[in-house]
């Protein structure tokens, strides 16, 4: 029969203060945090390579199951259980919230545990250094010090107390040591300086990743998104009235703008957003970025029904080539003085058929290039369309009589322009050009809408041609808003202060810890191998306010008188 | 005194075996960085805007009886719609369910939207043209304030049932745009729940015409 041999295993109960020990060392181990930020970068890949379930319905069941469901072709039956294991919602599962969290405390703990140690060097220095220091220091001077230990002490702690030195005195025997600090806690000056460099990588790899800029061209009275389609945080700016000043030579002055911002279908902030003042909100800047003037809100409304059948704030960015034209009669009285909107063509010329006021005639009033590009010469055509259709060309800036009539082609400006794609009307393409009145009143030219005719719109004066009604409601600007939204910035000014502080205490206070050692007719005083500057000059001051010579013999590292 | 060496002793009083090494000093520059990035991440990804809306809207469960395929409910032909249940802004709720039996067009749109505005016209006729064989059209606005809605309705004629996606959840399930990402977005449902086709971008009445005749033809078979 077989006898079976027990072991009897005595076991130490572990205590609270071992168990602490061992989670503290395990938190502040080099290879604990390196293991765990590997972790998060394999998750972090995997949640980059999958798809991965939205926020926004991550709580819905009936909406995860519509999302899976369109997964189905990617996946296969490795679906659901990708699902279950959290792979289609790495960053809200537990394991990488509770990696997460046990990092931070990692880092926590692992700096705490650095700083815990200067904290140590700070508030519980070494005291007393072995004599052998005192011969070998690499910062050592050696004072002739006449009087007893005890008196020359006594004076070395009051100048150095006066210095803003902190001085402790221990005797043993004939020998009085001294230990004098100042500006002790200086030395966190490098902990922060450190610090402020790792939070300046951090903030700006933050910027970078985190960061959202958006650039909105949005007219007065309309609203644009803030992100493309639909986003959970999705808003909308809406210009109420945007503003632009100039000065004389045309250079901008100001851009600002009446703004609105709306969330979830209710206004959540309004305000004036300026280039260097910008609304904020959430966490997010409307800026004014720019600025454009040349708009024009035109409307095709059924005229049946009353329907609008097209609306749009046309921004008119291109521009379309007009004379300038000042006709006056034989005493000199200037009859028209105005930018012709071309609307038709004959043969080359662009241009359209006027009345010249006073005159009883009509002219067909055109523009004509020769050559191309910069170097294009401009000319005005003239038809006269009530005697016998003569015609008469003018080059740019000259004058000519005809008729009993002078014609000055003051010059060939540009009129604010673009295609209206889709506009209702005969053409796929029309152009709408954008002018003035003589009087400053704004009028829009439609060419193309109507086959052989311009439309030619007041404000409020609508056109109805072959059942649609034709509105242009105004000139309009638009403003450019720029959307920011920078998490690292805050990081950045933190790193930027905490550096700033850094280097401040460590290059600007005089820290230094000295050692001395009195002994009849003889002080030695040194210092750690660092700061040498600032032990020369305590050095030297403390031997002239001891009235001491130096000690003949000296070594190499002495300071010199 | 008989200590050891002074100068190293000194020096103890700040060890640096703590930072030395090139895999050492990884620990604090990366640690921060990754809880930096993945606190930054949890952040936006912990669905804030989800609370804009009442957690009751949205998609819904399409209750069993009323999908007539035997798969999930997914935005794809042939497969049963996926339910939702949204406001009007006029104060009322609309689910899609309930619309079964009748032919359904569901169009996604925006104020902003130009595509959208230059479509809109489309709709409204054809609602005037199918509305007495049953076509409901359902048009889905994307996150706007109830005023700009009925706002834009009034102005163009709309008479149709419209809904607002007040957090953009919809966006998720219904893939609008497809590979494009963008509206307008149109489904064409036929009566029994089931999506026969999809537009991506503004429809012309031909192409309206092509996709509701396949709809209502259902109906009428």
Not at chain 1, 66 to 84: C, E, H
Not at chain 1, 276 to 302: I, K, M, S, T, W
Not at chain 2, 147 to 173: H, Y
Request: charged letters at 20%; one cysteine or more; hydrophobic letters at 45%.
């Amino acid at each position: 029969m077989a006898s079976v041999d027990t072991v009897q295993r005595t076991s130490r109960p572990v205590r609270g203060a071992e168990l602490f020990f061992w989670a503290w060392r395990l938190l502040a181990s080099a290879q604990f945090a390196i293991a765990l930020i590997g972790f998060l970068v394999v998750a972090g890949l995997l949640a980059v390579v999958l798809p991965q379930v939205p926020a926004s319905i991550r709580d819905n069941g009936a909406a995860v199951d519509a999302w899976l469901a369109l997964r189905q072709d990617s996946f296969g039956p490795l679906t659901d259980p990708l699902y279950r294991v959290g792979l289609f919602s790495v960053v809200a599962t537990w394991w990488f919230l509770s990696a997460l969290v046990l990092l931070a405390v990692s880092v926590g703990v692992y700096t705490l545990d650095r700083f815990l140690d200067i904290w140590r060097n700070v508030t519980q220095p070494r005291q007393q250094v072995p004599d052998s220091f005192f011969e070998r220091a690499a910062n050592r001077a050696a004072l002739d010090t006449p009087a007893s230990p005890a008196d020359e002490s006594a004076r070395i702690e009051a100048i150095l107390s006066k210095r803003r030195f902190r001085v402790r005195r221990v005797e043993q025997g004939a020998t009085t040591y001294l230990f004098a600090d100042r500006f002790a806690w200086a030395q966190l000056g490098n902990f922060a300086t450190h610090i402020a460099l790792v939070l300046f990588l951090a903030g700006a790899l933050v910027s970078q990743l985190g960061g959202f800029t958006s650039a909105l061209l949005i007219a007065e009275g309309t609203t644009s998104p803030v992100f493309p389609v639909s986003n959970p945080q999705q808003m909308q700016v809406e210009v109420l009235d945007a503003v632009g000043l100039f000065d004389e030579r045309g250079a901008p002055l100001d851009y600002r703008s009446q703004i609105i911002i709306y969330q979830g279908g209710e206004e959540v902030a309004r305000g004036t957003t300026t280039v260097n003042n910008p609304l904020l909100y959430g966490g997010y800047r409307f800026h004014q970025g720019g600025y454009f003037g040349d708009g024009a809100a035109l409307r095709v409304l059924d005229a049946a029904t009353g329907n609008t059948v097209y609306t749009e704030v046309l921004a008119l960015t291109e521009l379309s080539p007009a004379p300038a034209v000042v006709v006056r009669d034989a005493q000199g009285v200037v009859l028209l003085d105005d930018v012709i909107v071309p609307s038709d063509f004959i043969e080359d010329a662009r241009g359209e058929l006027i009345t010249v006021p006073g005159s009883g005639h009509e002219f067909w009033v055109g523009l004509s290039q020769d050559g191309a590009g910069v170097d294009a010469l401009w000319n005005l055509v003239v038809y006269d369309r009530d005697e016998t259709g003569a015609r008469f060309v003018l080059p740019e800036g000259e004058t000519r009589w005809e008729g009993g009539l002078q014609w000055t082609f003051a010059e060939a400006v540009g009129l604010p322009s673009v295609i209206a794609p889709g506009l209702p009307g005969d053409s796929e393409r029309t152009l709408t050009v954008l002018s003035e009145t003589p009087e400053g009143t704004p009028f829009l030219t439609v060419l193309g809408a109507v086959e052989g005719r311009a439309l030619t719109l007041f404000p409020d004066q609508p056109v109805e041609i072959d059942g649609l009604e034709y509105r242009f409601e105004g000139r309009r600007e638009f403003a450019g808003i720029e959307v920011r939204r920078d998490p690292g910035a805050n990081v950045i000014w933190v790193a930027a202060g905490l550096l700033l502080a850094g280097l401040m205490v460590t290059f600007y206070l005089p820290r230094l810890r000295l050692w001395a050692r009195v002994r009849a007719g003889e002080t030695v005083v040194v210092s750690l191998a660092e700061r040498r500057g600032v032990f020369q000059a305590e050095a030297d001051h403390l031997r002239k306010e001891l009235g001491a010579g130096r000690i003949d013999g000296k070594r190499e590292g002495d300071v010199n008188d | 005194m008989a200590d050891p060496a002074p100068e190293t002793e000194a020096a103890e009083a700040t060890p640096r075996r703590d930072w030395a090494g090139v895999f050492r000093s990884l620990v604090l520059p990366l640690g921060l960085l990754a809880i930096i990035l993945g606190g930054l991440w949890y952040w936006d990804a912990r669905g804030e805007g989800a609370n804009i809306n009442d957690a009751r809207y949205g998609t819904v469960e399409l209750p069993p009886e009323r999908n007539a395929t035997d798969r999930s409910p997914a935005v794809e032909i042939g497969r049963a719609a996926p339910d939702f249940l949204l406001e009007t802004p006029t104060g009322g709720e609309l689910r899609l369910s309930d619309l079964q039996g009748q032919p359904v067009l569901i169009n996604f749109w925006a104020s902003w939207c130009a595509p959208c505005r230059a479509e809109v016209p489309e709709l409204v006729a054809a609602y005037d043209r199918y509305r007495d064989d049953g076509l409901v059209i359902v048009g889905v606005n994307l996150q706007e304030a109830d005023e700009k809605v009925n706002e834009f309705a009034d102005e163009f004629g709309i008479e149709f049932p419209i809904v607002i996606d007040r957090d953009g959840e919809l966006r998720n399930v219904w893939r609008l745009g497809g590979p494009f990402d963008g509206i307008p977005t149109s489904y064409f449902i036929d009566a029994s729940g089931i999506v026969r086709s999809l537009f991506y971008g503004p429809m012309r009445e031909a192409a309206l015409e092509e996709r509701l005749a396949e709809i209502l033809e259902e109906r009428a078979g």
